[in-house]
């Protein structure tokens, strides 16, 4: 009986030699699907996970996953879009066994991600954007984003109420489509409130300049503004600055409300974690995961601050009320007779755009109100 | 004793000293024992500062020695790193040898890449090489341009180089975005305004059987190339007479004006091509991604090699693997990107300090003992 657990030389070769090769082939092959009920998920921002911002929402959206059985998460922040963010994903396929990448960051889409899903055809990528596109990127790309929006209107409905000026301000990056959508829709949000409320928005230029983004909200309360918002990567300087000399803030991205208990009335946040659960969930049973999605506040993408002590009874009921409508899908904040700030027509009596519109994609005005210039 | 006598020419009274072919090796272990040396010094002193955050720093080193350098795939990833570091590195070193602090390279990297993907929409269509070498000069040009005027204005009106090159720096990046986001821009391009997308034919590829771009021969190349200028040729001479004194140098009949817009005119030249890499090998068209820190992180690496153009190769590696095990670092100890910051701080001002030591111990300076030994014997 015992020769039989007797190993000769030649059978000890050949099994370590079989193991050997199996390990080599695992760590060749990018893990596979078989794999998928202990998965590794990898998230990497461009700026701090902790940033009051458009990383830290996606951060929370990240640590939504780690209780899940079977699910670990691996995260790098601070990863540029050059051929750093690239190696970061290498990284995370080949050293951590990462099967499920989302690169948050815009820029990391092409060509970084694209030239790692044509390398690691068994990872899956999904990249937080709306750039994927059927007809040019491969299957294993996808895109995820949110209508933000509407949010960005529901702020204004809570500026007009809480202006005495009736002046509100805006700190902006850029003027690209997405900024401008959030900056109209804020404006038109406080005019459904009163009409003759302006709000003048600055650019700074960059995502992230925490100097120029101070310069600008000082110069707006300068103005005699008193409420201000935003879209930067990271809010938590215009908030901070606003609340300190004594305006007003509406959020974005993320709750900002610590920074500013007081003055802080309510925000527009992403709810990236319904968004990371839903693909997480879809990874985990095996099937395949959707390509390309995208929500608004009626799906669960987007999310607003909880409503803080300054906002008055008038303001709460309307927005609540606009709230609710929204809800039921449809709504539409571009819509007829609307004028640019420059007054060319941008929608016609009884024309509406609603946020999944695709015209509101290459949005390259400010409505009548604004005050400030794309160019 | 007698025979370890080291120079004959000095009167020796039983003088201690090296055998004369130990001699030689003594005096050049200085340079290189003195930065390793730091690079410890400095690696522990961070120890103690993860020690503070209740981590291990064995493990630390593990990690980034995984992730820089312990595999293939990570000494890949070092290298491609390292590649626009070595230009952007030879955008300081070079000025540094003519007395100048030139801080602003990366305003030469992003309108170096602007000024290529320029050219590619000018010359679309025409064969690759010629594209790609057009490129390659107009990146060099835009950025030779702009640091040159830099030296220019150093020479000729007075205006110090540091403050002007950091300052020219912001107005590049605000140059780029204006014409990235104007009349370069693709209109297709909506929430990321880019030039237009280079073509495949122009992209310049990786190095067969590797995972790097060509733009880690093109660095190597041009450290070799400035270490022979400075070193091996006339100019490089005249330019360390003029770095080490301005006067000395004029008195000497040197052109030290044409010598100065020359040699940072020829280092905002590298930067530009290094800017030119990043669009032709990295990301196809040029945008804000240019503006990646490259050229700040080249200052740490041109000071780290103490300006030798030879040594910022294997410094811009060594830096290159602590960026990329920096990812590592956070994915599997949990701690934050700034601990890589952290570390590099630490290195440069250790380094920075021991500048300071250089000729002052006699291991390496046997001249040092002979002056002591007879110092004593006067007494």
Redesign the interface.
């Known amino acids: 009986m015992t020769d039989r657990f007797m190993l000769t030389r030649r059978d000890l070769l050949k099994t370590t030699a079989t193991g050997v090769a199996a390990l080599g082939l695992s760590n060749a092959l990018p893990m596979s699907r078989a794999f998928a009920a202990a998965a590794t998920v990898g998230f990497i921002y461009v700026g ?2 902790d940033d009051y911002g458009y990383n830290q929402a996606h951060a929370e959206g990240a640590a939504a996953l780690k209780g899940i059985e079977g699910i670990s998460v ?11 963010v690239q ?2 994903m ?3 396929i ?3 066994g990462a099967a499920l990448i989302f690169p948050t960051s ?2 990391y889409f ?2 970084h991600m694209l030239a790692m899903c044509a390398k690691f055809p068994d990872v899956q990528f999904r990249h937080c ?1 709306g750039m994927w596109d059927k007809a040019k990127h491969p299957m294993n790309a996808g895109s995820y984003f949110g209508y933000i929006g509407m949010g960005q209107y529901l702020n204004g409905v809570v500026a007009g109420h809480t202006t005495k000026s009736k002046k509100l301000g805006f700190v902006a990056a ?5 900024v401008l959508l959030n900056i109209n829709s804020f404006l038109i949000g406080a005019r459904s409130v009163d009409p003759t409320i302006t709000c003048q928005v600055i650019f700074t ?2 995502w992230s300049l925490a100097v120029k983004e101070a310069e600008a909200t000082n110069a707006l309360v300068d103005q005699g503004i008193d409420v201000v918002t935003c879209h930067v990567d990271s809010p938590k300087v215009v908030v901070e600055t606003a609340a300190g000399r004594g305006a007003f803030v509406c959020g974005y991205h993320a709750n900002q409300s610590p920074l500013a208990p007081e003055k802080y009335l309510t925000g527009a946040e992403w709810n990236w974690a319904k968004v990371y659960k839903m693909f997480v969930d879809d990874f985990v049973a095996g099937k395949p995961l959707p390509n390309f999605t995208r929500g608004g506040l009626a799906d669960g993408f987007v999310k607003m601050s909880p409503l803080g002590p300054a906002v008055g009874e008038p303001a709460r009921k309307q927005f609540d009320a606009t709230l609710a409508e929204m809800m039921k899908g449809g709504f539409a904040v571009i819509k007829g007779p609307l004028k640019s700030n420059k007054g060319a027509v941008v929608a016609t009596e009884g024309q509406a755009f609603p946020e999944t519109a695709i015209e509101l ?2 949005m390259d005005y400010l409505v009548d109100g604004v005050v400030g210039s794309t ?1 | 004793m007698a025979e370890t006598v080291s120079n004959a020419d000095v009167p020796m009274f039983g003088v201690r000293g090296y055998p004369a072919a130990l001699e030689r090796v003594a005096r050049r272990a200085e340079a290189f024992v003195i930065p390793v040396a730091a690079l410890i010094v400095g690696m522990a002193i961070f120890s103690l500062f993860i020690l503070a955050v209740g981590k291990s720093p064995l493990q630390l080193y593990e990690v980034m020695w995984r992730g820089g350098f312990g595999s293939w795939f990570s000494i890949q990833n070092s290298l491609s790193r390292a590649a626009p570091l070595l230009l952007a590195a030879l955008c300081v070193a070079l000025p540094a040898r003519l007395g100048l602090v030139v801080i602003g390279g990366e305003g030469a990297i992003v309108l170096g890449g602007v000024a290529a993907a320029a050219a590619a929409m000018a010359f679309n269509g025409a064969p690759s090489f010629i594209v790609i070498l057009v490129m390659g000069v107009a990146g060099m040009a835009a950025g030779g341009i702009w640091i040159g005027a830099v030296g220019a204005l150093r020479h000729y009106r007075a205006v110090n180089e540091t403050i002007s090159s950091l300052l020219m720096a912001y107005i590049a990046i605000a140059l780029m975005n204006q014409l990235v986001e104007g009349p370069l821009r693709d209109p297709a391009s909506l929430n990321k305004p880019s030039t237009q997308p280079l073509a495949e034919a122009y992209r310049i590829g990786n190095i067969p059987g590797m995972e790097v771009h060509w733009g880690i021969v093109v660095g190597i190349v041009a450290c070799v190339l400035s270490w022979v200028l400075i070193e091996k040729t006339r100019w490089g001479f005249a330019a360390r007479i003029a770095g080490g004194n301005v006067k000395a140098a004029q008195v000497q009949g040197l052109a030290v004006g044409p010598l100065i817009v020359g040699f940072t005119a020829l280092a905002g030249g590298f930067a530009g091509v290094a800017g030119m890499l990043e669009v032709a090998a990295v990301q196809g068209s040029a945008n804000a991604s240019l503006a990646a820190g490259y050229g700040y992180t080249g200052i740490l690496v041109a000071f780290l090699a103490r300006h030798n153009p030879l040594a910022i190769i294997p410094v811009a590696f060594l830096l290159g693997g602590i960026e990329a095990s920096g990812g590592l670092i956070q994915r599997r100890m949990d701690l934050p990107d700034a601990t890589v910051l952290v570390l590099q701080g630490m290195l440069f001002i250790v380094i920075l300090f021991s500048e300071t030591f250089y000729g002052r111990f006699k291991a390496f300076n046997p001249d040092l003992w002979k002056r002591s030994d007879h110092l004593k014997r006067i007494a």
């Open positions: 701090p996970k691996v995260e790098e922040e601070n990863v540029p879009e050059t051929v750093d190696k970061t290498e990284s995370m080949n050293l951590d815009f820029g092409d060509p954007g850029k003027p690209i489509p997405q230029g960059e994609e290459s160019a």
